[in-house]
């Protein structure tokens, strides 16, 4: 843009985020998907140029989009990755974005050298370019149509990864093509020493990075203004730092610094602060995507589809069946190893979606933009690259959302059904006690009897969809998930109002998500042992190791003095571990009282509701014995802390 002077670059900007602001609300209003109408609304503008002779000359620099924009999406997607569902399908993810991006790269590369007489290193490089896949399309879908959330999962993260191992790739082939070095097998083992310190220092410094990071957000949790920047520094930082500090990989150190801190720091910001940092990137996500996608084709040269089309369907074939052979092939193989017995199968429905949602975006754009422009292959890099991303875009992107529909994959189980017509009812149920609320003497009383008739029609609705979904073990099952959503809700609560330490939010939330598991999964974890309370015994949570480290490192007292840790602090913290698990346990009766009164009369609900209400009874009974041995053993230590909570309370 530096042919542009100050106020028109000013003006084009304004013009941008109109016109991407207007974009988006008219494609929302359509059910259109907004990567690809960027797509067409940067030919309209190349088209526009030409047609009006315009001297307009505005482009996007590959290495801002490089070092800006990438990492920004990449640290946004990651955020929000909840750490011990991902660990759900851990391997199954990992095999995908390696085992599976390995084989389409080399499936790539063998039809192309074949059919299209291209050298395979050539080849091999484009496969490379071409295999990261970018879902974002797909899981905004995702999200308007209510697909799986396990399905979201294992496609954001399998995108997240494969886009590492992509950059990686591409690092180490290009070592080979582009700088034309004579394979010998001593370069091919430093080069497989330089993937090994690449992959494993991305990991740990991104680790490292979000750690530390999480540490400084807790000392200012409720300035939602510092919190945000320090994010941004995050999100760019990690990237630079580790491409050109400690030469591993951006993409995976940033991913891995997003997925640490998303997970580390939420307990340690306020709510509105979570709030505001997501909103925050929300918008900084929008801004990127929005300039990725609509200058990739206002900048694109059409000249470059001049050739033959049958070269460019072949090379199109070549990645949809690379593309097919990596989901179908790499899932067959998770779905029956022994390696993958403690996960979750992919069912086939689910590897449909995956392999027809494996669209290309921004890395693709990244890498072929970064070869040299006397590399004698980049204008083929970029014509194969283009044709590719133009067509998943367009011809995937397009019909995914049939697909969707076709495989019933938009529709919620039935446990989740009733567990939103509950909350429904229990909305409604307020609404009616507001109306009452609301003085006789302002409103003809009339109108608000015909309103109160109206919400009581609407209740009677979700009670007869209720009932017409609730088999005995259906409303059984959504009454257990859903009891684990009112305690996680209530133990949020009570850490907002600092009633317990980071601590117990963590190792409790990480008992809630091994519950949930063994609802969920009954056919995995069961088989390895639940006990009474839902607790999967030969699992840990990830943050519950955590929690058992500091305890070990507590009976060292040179390590103890060290980390600042204390006998009193152990002993606190299961004090209000126990005193939280009774409080919501507390809530969860109150729950399940406010929908018995819903179906007084219905015996198998009746019955779901004792029986969840007789396991929370047993939680009651049992915190209060510990609660009382603790009190009895260590007076001084719970007088403290409910000195403390007390302090709080009032001053608050």
């Known amino acids: 843009m530096e042919s542009i002077h100050?106020?028109?670059?000013?003006?084009?900007?304004?013009?941008?985020?109109?016109?991407?602001?207007?974009?988006?609300?008219?494609?929302?209003?359509?059910?259109?998907?907004?990567?690809?109408?960027?797509?067409?609304?940067?030919?309209?503008?190349?088209?526009?140029?030409?047609?009006?002779?315009?001297?307009?000359?505005?482009?996007?620099?590959?290495?801002?989009?490089?070092?800006?924009?990438?990492?920004?999406?990449l640290f946004e997607a990651a955020m929000h990755i909840n750490i011990h569902q991902f660990k759900r399908q851990f391997k199954t993810v990992t095999f995908l974005a390696t085992f599976g991006l390995m084989l389409s790269i080399f499936v790539v590369a063998i039809i192309?050298?074949?059919?299209?007489?291209?050298?395979?290193?050539?080849?091999?490089?484009?496969?490379?370019?071409?295999?990261?896949?970018?879902?974002?399309?797909?899981?905004?879908?995702?999200?308007?149509?209510?697909?799986?959330?396990?399905?979201?999962?294992?496609?954001?993260?399998?995108?997240?990864?494969n886009d590492a191992t992509a950059v990686i790739a591409f690092r180490l082939i290009s070592t080979f093509v582009v700088a034309q070095q004579a394979f010998q097998s001593q370069t091919l083992i430093e080069s497989t020493g330089t993937f090994l310190y690449v992959f494993l220092g991305s990991i740990f410094l991104g680790t490292m990075l979000g750690y530390f990071t999480s540490v400084i957000v807790k000392r200012i949790r409720t300035d939602q203004i510092l919190n945000a920047t320090i994010l941004t520094s995050l999100a760019l930082g990690s990237f630079v730092v580790a491409e050109h500090t400690f030469h591993v990989s951006g993409v995976m150190t940033t991913v891995i610094a997003g997925l640490?801190?998303?997970?580390?720091?939420?307990?340690?910001?306020?709510?509105?602060?979570?709030?505001?940092?997501?909103?925050?990137?929300?918008?900084?996500?929008?801004?990127?995507?929005?300039?990725?996608?609509?200058?990739a084709s206002f900048n694109l040269d059409l000249g470059l589809f001049t050739s033959s089309l049958p070269t460019l369907a072949i090379v199109v074939l070549s990645v949809l069946i690379a593309r097919a052979v990596s989901v179908y092939g790499t899932v067959f193989l998770s779905n029956r190893l022994p390696l993958f017995k403690n996960e979750p199968n992919i069912p086939m429905s689910w590897q449909h979606i995956l392999n027809w949602g494996g669209l290309r975006g921004v890395i693709p754009l990244v890498l072929v933009y970064s070869l040299p422009d006397t590399f004698a292959y980049k204008q083929l890099m970029l014509q194969f690259t283009f044709a590719a991303l133009l067509f998943t875009l367009f011809v995937n992107g397009l019909t995914i959302k049939g697909l969707l529909v076709k495989l019933k994959l938009h529709l919620p189980k039935n446990e989740e059904?009733?567990?939103?017509?509950?909350?429904?009812?229990?909305?409604?149920?307020?609404?009616?006690?507001?109306?009452?609320?609301?003085?006789?003497?302002?409103?003809?009383?009339?109108?608000?009897?015909?309103?109160?008739?109206?919400?009581?029609?609407?209740?009677?609705?979700?009670?007869?969809?209720?009932?017409?979904?609730?088999?005995?073990?259906?409303?059984?099952?959504?009454?257990?998930?859903?009891?684990?959503e009112v305690e996680r809700n209530k133990l949020r609560s009570l850490y907002e109002q600092r009633r317990f330490p980071e601590q117990v939010l963590y190792e409790f939330e990480s008992e809630l998500d091994l519950q949930q598991d063994a609802l969920e999964f009954p056919q995995i974890y069961t088989t390895q042992g639940v006990n009474k309370k839902g607790e999967v015994k030969s699992k840990k949570a990830f943050r519950k190791r955590v929690i058992m480290f500091r305890r070990f490192i507590a009976n060292y007292s040179f390590i103890s003095k060290l980390l600042h840790i204390t006998e009193q602090d152990i002993i606190t913290e299961r004090y209000t571990l126990l005193r939280a698990r009774l409080f919501t346990s507390y809530e969860v009766v109150e729950f399940l009282d406010r929908l018995e009164k819903q179906f007084p009369k219905t015996k198998h609900i009746i019955s779901a509701i004792n029986e969840v209400r007789q396991i929370q009874e047993v939680h009651i009974k049992d915190n209060k014995n510990g609660i009382v041995e603790i009190a009895n053993e260590y007076p001084e230590y719970v007088n403290a802390y409910q000195k403390k909570i007390i302090s709080r309370i009032i001053e608050s």
């Open 260 to 295: 640490i801190f998303g997970n580390l720091a939420r307990g340690r910001m306020k709510q509105h602060v979570i709030h505001f940092v997501e909103e925050y990137f929300g918008y900084l996500g929008f801004l990127s995507l929005s300039l990725v996608f609509f200058f």
């Open 112 to 161: 192309l050298a074949l059919f299209l007489q291209l050298p395979f290193a050539i080849a091999l490089l484009f496969g490379a370019i071409i295999s990261a896949t970018d879902p974002i399309a797909v899981l905004a879908l995702f999200k308007t149509l209510g697909a799986p959330k396990r399905l979201s999962l294992v496609a954001d993260g399998e995108s997240m990864f």
């Open 6 to 73: 100050l106020l028109d670059q000013v003006f084009y900007i304004t013009a941008f985020l109109l016109g991407t602001s207007l974009l988006y609300i008219f494609s929302s209003k359509i059910s259109f998907p907004y990567t690809i109408a960027l797509l067409l609304a940067g030919f309209l503008g190349q088209l526009s140029i030409y047609i009006f002779q315009l001297d307009l000359t505005l482009s996007l620099s590959p290495d801002f989009t490089y070092y800006v924009l990438l990492p920004l999406l």
């Open 417 to 484: 059904k009733i567990i939103q017509d509950e909350l429904n009812l229990f909305n409604l149920e307020a609404l009616r006690k507001k109306l009452q609320e609301i003085p006789k003497r302002e409103f003809d009383q009339s109108v608000v009897k015909e309103m109160d008739h109206d919400l009581l029609q609407k209740t009677a609705i979700y009670k007869h969809d209720i009932l017409l979904l609730a088999d005995s073990q259906t409303f059984l099952l959504s009454l257990k998930m859903e009891a684990l």
